[in-house]
């Protein structure tokens, strides 16, 4: 897993032409956005994510992108190349998912020739060096070991995946397991970029102020990988989930945090998304404060901080406000975010979440709620590509579905939809019959005893609540939740294989 280093240098550039371009000159497909702008921004995106790691070596796919953009070449240290890039402002930086693995850059256009220079030395002659190789692979055990256990946040996220994923290509976190890091070897890494990183499995993509002939002088450059194979790995059928699966990740921890969720067979190349994207937005987008389960668990009842619904997997939830571009999945999952709970709400929150989803599912919305929701997102979405390199982002993960450009599409499709699509899509896919949980949590052991009592919950509040509330708090501290299975992992032990 390579972590996002770069992050756009403006906050907005104007006179950007958002029409690309594809085609398949020397196997690279390119996506093309010119403009006025003084900066270039670069994106390479390849098909050798964590889905090509091999059983046992999980974690392969992410230490092969760290050994290209956070190591030395076979002309400059790593090092060396970071006090290169630092007067131009600029990095090489990226991410690392369970599709594909992202170089990006951003550089004023007075800086592109010397920058372009570096990106292709690291992608084309990189060193693979024994001492690089040593720190990458430190560096992603620690994410593993430390950093991901001591963020709650990510930890659900991670895990819910795993879950819902289990003997998947997805199931295995992008930096891979403890087990699966130590069994990689040198030579593993270099195989992986021969196999993997090759012009047929490339997308690049250029936007903003670029000299006439930039793009094509590139696309020509990195015509020196190879030639590769045409067609993405295929995945085994959407796993389906039976009755209602909860993992208790037990760690020391002050707070619970509540994911929980199911597979969606719906992405953005398929019609439904778009009305499942207004009922979902009707939820709650991502650290916003409109959508009714924020209103409800957050500001009717003072539960918790956050409380937001999601119909694909969300990139880095704790570091962004906004949905990030080139993390596209063929497989996609619905989900909900609630933390963090104090431990004696923590049944309540649950019951909360699971009855809102559920109310969303038996009364759909009505035509003012669908109104309000839809304006709403049709102008919100508009802020998610705000800077040069995210709209290259979209377009080049509309390429990748195969869809007109993203924000776009959102604008054409919500201006036309009607309620009752909306509602249709809600009772086609959204079903709480059966899914998976994961909680976070301390003393685990007692929660679990909690939940398979699955008795009433109430609710005690240090100050009046709306009538309204205290009437639907009667039926959410009843709700039966029906654990089908619950088991206790430490959390300490989860991706240690």
Do not use: C
Request: aromatic share 10%; glycine share 8%.
């Amino acid at each position: 897993m390579i972590r996002r280093s770069i992050r756009p240098i403006a906050a907005l550039t104007l006179g950007l032409a958002l029409a690309g371009s594809a085609s398949a000159q020397s196997g690279i497909k390119v996506v093309a956005l010119p403009g006025e702008s003084p900066l270039v921004a670069i994106r390479l995106v390849f098909d050798a994510g964590s889905i090509h790691d091999p059983k046992g070596k999980e974690g392969l796919a992410a230490l092969t992108a760290s050994m290209i953009a956070q190591a030395g070449t076979q002309k400059h240290s790593y090092t060396q190349l970071l006090e290169e890039l630092y007067p131009m402002a600029a990095q090489i930086g990226g991410n690392t998912d369970r599709e594909v693995v992202l170089l990006e850059g951003e550089v004023h256009r007075d800086k592109l020739a010397d920058y372009t220079a570096l990106l292709k030395e690291v992608l084309l002659q990189p060193a693979f060096s024994q001492q690089d190789f040593e720190r990458n692979k430190d560096q992603l055990t620690s994410y593993l070991t430390n950093s991901l256990l001591s963020n709650d946040e990510l930890l659900g996220l991670e895990a819910v995946q795993t879950r819902l994923f289990q003997n998947h290509p997805y199931g295995h976190p992008t930096p891979g397991t403890v087990e699966g890091l130590k069994n990689i070897t040198l030579d593993d890494v270099k195989s992986f970029y021969k196999e993997h990183y090759t012009q047929a499995g490339l997308m690049l993509g250029v936007a903003g102020g670029y000299p006439k002939g930039y793009v094509e002088s590139l696309q020509k450059d990195l015509s020196a990988l190879p030639k590769g194979q045409g067609g993405r790995m295929a995945l085994p059928a959407l796993p389906k989930v039976q009755g209602h699966n909860f993992t208790l990740l037990d760690k020391e921890t002050a707070s619970v945090g509540i994911n929980f969720g199911f597979p969606l067979p719906v992405t953005r190349a398929d019609a439904d998304y778009f009305p499942l994207m207004v009922a979902n937005s009707y939820l709650g987008e991502h650290r916003t404060f409109h959508g009714r389960l924020m209103q409800q668990l957050r500001g009717a009842r003072g539960l918790n901080y956050g409380d937001y619904a999601y119909i694909e997997y969300y990139e880095a939830p704790p570091f962004t406000n906004n949905p990030t571009p080139n993390v596209p999945r063929r497989q996609q999952y619905f989900s909900v975010w609630i933390r963090p709970v104090v431990p004696v709400d923590a049944q309540f929150a649950l019951r909360a979440g699971l009855y809102e989803v559920q109310r969303l599912r038996d009364r759909g919305l009505t035509k003012e709620e669908f109104e309000l929701t839809r304006d709403f997102l049709v102008n919100y979405s508009k802020l998610w590509a705000q800077s040069l390199t995210d709209r290259l982002g979209f377009k080049m993960d509309s390429e990748f579905y195969g869809t007109p450009y993203f924000i776009d599409e959102i604008d054409k499709r919500l201006k036309s939809m009607t309620v009752d699509q909306v509602n249709a899509a809600v009772k086609k896919y959204i079903n709480l019959d059966n899914y998976e949980a994961v909680i976070v949590t301390d003393n685990a052991a007692q929660l679990k005893e909690t939940l398979q009592k699955d008795a009433p919950s109430p609710k005690t509040y240090n100050a009046p609540v709306p009538p309204d509330t205290a009437e639907a708090d009667k039926t959410v501290q009843a709700l039966p939740v029906k654990p089908t299975s619950i088991q206790v992992v430490p959390a300490a032990d989860l991706y240690k294989k």
